[in-house]
């Protein structure tokens, strides 16, 4: 019997669906890929096997299989019924060709010329993209990925096919996530043409340039959370570099200056709709003249009340001193009639 079982195993040969190597394999853990192939294997082989069984030959433990097994669950690749302590190995191929084909709806013979333009145009682009960041083996599902984003955000081809290079050049082409959330913050920024793309991309390096100068300037490295703040800077207030540094010149006598105290600053500036040098400064000095004035005005003088002040005689102040007899009984002089060097006038 076990003869006739390894002969059956060394001539026979497990399927692995390519759907799987291209969409599933690189997500999973390691543990999870061996799990699932040889459940592929038990299955064909009409095998019963446990969670001890599967963990002796995993070389593994039986907890870290029961976590391979729930990985595997949530990408659908398998059925757990623990009522009948049951696997059942989901037929993924069906499960990718309902996502891909969907019942067609009737249309009226112009839609339907523009929806084969749109078409050709859209097959053409996935071609490329297949060809030039997939090396010819995309998953299929990116196909729906991408048709998605032409309808939800309306990019052009040339805007779809710059999103792949972006992401590419990141090494990021493995994540869908990923990729989903740049062509989403591509389409809050009002991205739509390629010449949307292109303003976006110089306003992005005239940002990072920003921030290398400011980060040069209080000698520390910017986060991801002051890179926000110096773009809001940039894009949203059209505050140039000449500007910012007249903020930044502000933080000197600070101990540890931040980009939060420079941002009230700009704020103030803004809100006067100050954008230039000469205005700012004009601003800064017209300020500092009230708030001098408002110091000087504020000081008291010594003449408190409006009351006249009292004059004292030298004679009055002397009264206050009692005179001290010399050894010789004769009466000290005042302390006036002594020169400096000490002798008697």
Request: aromatic residues 10%; glycine residues 6%.
């Amino acid at each position: 019997m076990k003869l006739n079982e390894s002969r059956k195993l060394l001539l026979s040969d497990t399927l692995v669906p390519d759907i799987f190597i291209t969409e599933y394999l690189p997500s999973l853990s390691g543990l999870s890929v061996k799990l699932y192939v040889y459940l592929l294997l038990s299955v064909r082989t009409g095998r019963t096997v446990s969670a001890q069984d599967l963990a002796r030959r995993m070389g593994s433990d039986e907890e870290s299989i029961r976590t391979a097994l729930l990985e595997l669950a949530s990408w659908q690749l398998i059925d757990q019924q623990q009522e009948q302590d049951a696997v059942i190995i989901q037929d993924i191929k069906s499960m990718e060709i309902e996502r891909l084909y969907r019942p067609k709806t009737t249309n009226q013979p112009s839609e339907a010329l523009d929806r084969q333009a749109k078409f050709s145009q859209r097959e053409k682009l996935m071609g490329d993209i297949n060809k030039t960041f997939f090396q010819g083996l995309m998953s299929p599902s990116w196909f729906g990925e991408i048709d998605n984003w032409f309808d939800q955000y309306r990019f052009d081809p040339e805007v779809i096919y710059a999103l792949f290079q972006e992401c590419g050049r990141r090494n990021k082409l493995d994540s869908k996530a990923y990729i989903a959330r740049v062509a989403e913050n591509w389409s809050q920024r009002g991205i739509v043409t390629y010449a949307d793309l292109n303003r976006y991309f110089l306003e992005h390096e005239k940002v990072n340039k920003i921030c290398q100068r400011i980060g040069q300037k209080l000698r520390r490295r910017l986060t991801a959370y002051d890179e926000e703040m110096v773009s809001r800077w940039v894009e949203k207030m059209g505050f140039d570099f000449d500007v910012i540094e007249l903020a930044l010149r502000k933080t000197v006598r600070l101990a540890n200056p931040n980009l939060a105290y420079i941002d009230k600053i700009l704020e103030d500036w803004f809100s006067h709709q100050l954008h230039t040098v000469e205005a700012i400064q004009t601003y800064e000095k017209e300020r500092s003249s009230r708030q001098r004035g408002k110091r000087s005005g504020s000081q008291k003088t010594g003449n408190a009340g409006n009351f006249d002040q009292r004059e004292y005689s030298d004679d009055y102040l002397q009264s206050f001193f009692e005179q001290i007899p010399l050894e010789g009984g004769e009466p000290q002089p005042p302390s006036d009639a002594v020169d400096h060097k000490g002798g008697d006038t």
